[in-house]
């Protein structure tokens, strides 16, 4: 953080102390803190893990004043520990943001927001994530967001929404402005957006944005693109007042550096830089059907994220083999129906396809049915069944299936039991043959929690893989890799909560929020203590 | 790369930690006259729903105890959060309980959330947090969270993750009606 940054932080944190103390009746000073120790270390297979009984912990602590019309917060966030490796301590965001009556309202600082859905510009937070980088190693809160302001105002029909600073990837820590002298926040973006509401429940919307387009090799200096889109948002059913049946659609397109006469040519060629998504849904009684188009093309700017219509599976071995989206070039679609005949079963049918650059292409057919008889009031439970493939991680062929099963009794008890398999088939260059060929490999999960609300859990669960790019993998093994650990979470009072861990974790892929990233493996034990004050 | 833990980066820790000291200080000496985050106000939003309609924090407390609760589709527990939801607004809606959804399903998953509330028959007002501007206020960073607001606008009972059977939140729901049927008997 620079020292104009550090200065905004020292006085949004004496602003929050006065504050603390001038007080009035109707507002309040609250927080939440994140406390993450660890005994243990990645796995012996990792590269420059240090020694294997690693102790560190890693902290964020969150305050935010809050009144009727105010409201300014403050993260610190710290990560130590005893290979004295990376070590950081400072404050990673901080805010002052206020509203009136009339509609308007500015917030200075770090700033998130999203522009349509996200094609031209969405910065987020990953709330409750706490990544580990691999190279530089450190931990840090994810926060792709923008160091400057947020002003947004909504009057009648109208609309208007503006974002300016320094945006962050959020990829990388506090430590490496401490220790590299690297900016977590470079670069500038400008824009805004404005929508008008229409009849019926209609809007229309247009986006504009500047953001950055790397040096300028003639005169060394930065240039910026700007991008243009437009969107409308509508239901054709309500508009030709139909009752009964909904059909929510939702249509964007955008465009980098052309005309507006040029923009509604809708030019989707190759490789013209554009993003076009499309998205409706029949909503009808106990029917659904979303349909999904997308049409990404050069449009990875690193302040956006346009939808990836791809399914977010809650399945865990699903959800470590999400398809990521390659917005430079990628064109798809999603389709997935539900129903729900009976009030205690449901059915979701899911077809999603991309193609990329190069032939690639992912694939994905889903099936779930749940079952929650008598209202779950004793039992519940679901079967899956999913068919993929992604060739951009070179995965040609992938089955997985399981199910769960929830079982309660005497009100407050309940056992969970979750059971998956997952067969793949990838394409890769096997040592033994110094050749590109197919290799198998099988996952599995299993994981039983016994629950006793009001005051915590108890979990077991048992990972097996045969998967040799497994960041677990040692070199030379040839049979299963095994990972089994325990987990446990417990209420130690009104705002104060601890899940401890003890054995060994899986590292690789995860998902949430539909965004994707990278987890690490470890062995040895880990307590964290969330607690709200 | 290893940097040691003195040097010049050692003095701005010290520094920054003097620093949430002071912060927190501040804070401590405010406590003795402030409630923690339980009772505390609850930050107000307006919002729009799924099906239209304009919701505020201030107008919907006007009829009663006021469930905002924070949920996304991929969020296994915020399924059985929101059926039990559903039946509350059944059992206490009558009795003047407001219920508001806030899912923070980011744009890959917005066109999922419509269908989702289709599919659990949900009847209560969902909201959608695109920009995460609600979440941030309530600092909901675990799925579900659940916010039970009084009628004074203040944050009677928190409820972070979903455990069937935790009568805890329902306990403080019922007092709210308590307290609220003792305000409305007793003699002015």
Known sequence: MNATARAGGLVVALALACAACATPVQAQLAGSNLLLFQLGNWPPSMPDRGTPDRESFYDRLDVQYVS???????????????DLENEYAGFTQRFVDWHDATGFRLRVGNCTTILGRGLVHRSFELPGVVLEETGFRTRFTPVRDVDGFLAEFERGPVALRAIGGAPSEGGVSLAHEEILGVPRHHGHIAG??????????????????????????????????????????????????????????????????????????????????????????????????????????????GTNDPPSLVPEHTEVLLNRTTHVLVADDEEGYQAEASWSPVPWGSVVLNRSRADGANGDRYEEWYAALRALPRGGARVDGG???????????????????????????????????????????????????????????????VSLAGTLADVGSVGFAWDRTTDELDPSW???????????????????????????????????????????????????????????? | ?????????RTPFVRRFALVLAGALGIVAHAV??????????????????????LRLAVLRLHGPVIVEFWATWCEPCREALTELEGWRKQYGPRGLEIVAVSVDGPRNISKVRPYVARLHL???????????????YQAN?????????????????????????????????????????AASSPR
């Not at chain 1, 899956?384 to 929830?406: C, E, L, N």
């Not at chain 1, 890769?428 to 290799?439: E, K, N, R, V």
């Not at chain 2, 916010?147 to 403080?172: E, P």
């Open chain 2, 33 to 54: 006259a402030a409630p923690s985050l339980e009772r505390a106000p609850a930050p107000e939003f307006n919002a729009r729903s799924l099906d239209g309609r304009d």
């Open chain 1, 383 to 445: 079967v899956f069944y999913d068919r993929g493939a992604d060739s951009t991680t070179g995965i040609t062929r992938r089955d997985t299936y399981g199910f769960d099963v929830t079982a309660r009794w005497r009100t407050r008890w309940s056992a969970k039991l979750d059971v998956e398999r997952q067969s793949s088939e990838r394409k890769s260059f096997i040592p033994a043959t110094l050749s590109i060929g197919l290799t198998q490999f099988e996952d599995v999960h």
């Open chain 2, 123 to 137: 009847q209560f007002p969902v909201v959608i947090d695109e920009d995460q501007r609600i979440q941030k206020c």
């Open chain 1, 68 to 82: 009727a019309t105010v409201l300014a917060g403050l993260r610190f966030e710290t990560d130590r520990n005893s």
């Open chain 1, 192 to 301: 805004g957006q404005g929508v008008l509401a229409l009849p019926r429940q209609s809007h229309v919307g247009a986006i504009v944005m500047r953001s950055p387009a790397g040096i300028d090799p003639a005169t060394s200096l930065p240039r910026q693109h700007t991008l243009g889109s437009g969107f409308v948002d509508l239901d054709p059913l309500r508009i030709l007042g139909l009752e009964g049946p909904a059909l929510p659609t939702y249509f964007e397109y955008a465009q980098q550096d052309r005309t507006f006469g040029e923009w509604w040519a809708f030019d989707t060629r190759d490789p013209t830089p554009h993003a076009l998504y499309a998205g409706t849904n029949l909503l009808w009684s106990t029917f659904t059907l979303s349909l999904e188009w997308k049409d990404y093309s050069h449009f990875r700017l």
């Open chain 2, 142 to 182: 675990q799925m579900p969270t659940a916010f039970l607001v009084d009628r004074a606008g203040n944050i009677a009972s928190i409820r972070v993750g979903y455990r069937r059977g935790d009568t805890s939140f329902a306990t403080r729901l019922e007092s709210l009606f308590r307290a609220d049927s003792t």
């Open chain 2, 1 to 9: 790369m290893r940097l040691a833990r003195t040097g010049p980066g």
């Open chain 1, 474 to 533: 040692d070199a030379g093994r040839t049979t299963a890799l095994h990972l089994f650990s325990w987990n446990a979470s417990a209420r130690i009072s009104d705002g104060n909560e601890a899940v401890l861990f003890l054995g060994r974790r899986r590292g690789g892929l995860a998902c949430t929020a539909g965004t994707c990233y990278f987890v690490q493996p470890f062995e040895g034990f880990e307590a964290r203590l969330v607690s709200r004050f």
